[in-house]
């Protein structure tokens, strides 16, 4: 019986934890809602997975993560096609790290549009 208690509060807390990375995910991508160049093209979102366009900033996928990554240490994917780029929030990121993502975000975004003026 004790095997069994403590193993619902772990599923229990998991749940609970696998809510707050949904709301991250919502933080994040109102934040790339207001940035010029972006799409989120998955809205709204619902799950801890953001998929959003960088066509609109004048980089491709590989060239805004790569970016995003070197000048900012944040990681997140290409995903399907060359302009389309996939965030995942999970358990090890806190919501202030997700502020500070979704920042470094707009601003490669940002840096794009203005370098391409």
Not at 47 to 70: K, M
Request: charged share 25%.
């Amino acid at each position: 019986m004790g095997q069994r208690l403590a193993f619902l509060r772990r599923e229990h807390e998991r749940i609970q934890r696998l809510a707050g990375d949904h709301a991250n995910a919502r933080l994040i991508a109102e934040q790339l809602e207001k940035t010029p160049g972006i799409k989120i093209l998955r809205s709204p979102v619902e799950t801890n997975i953001i998929i959003f366009s960088v066509e609109g900033t004048g980089l491709n996928a590989r060239e805004f993560t790569g970016r995003l990554l070197t000048e900012h240490q944040v990681r997140v994917s290409p995903y399907y096609d060359r302009m389309t780029v996939r965030a995942v929030t999970h358990l090890d990121v806190t919501q202030e790290q997700c502020v500070k993502a979704a920042c470094a975000m707009s601003k490669v975004a940002g840096g794009a549009l203005t370098a391409a003026r």
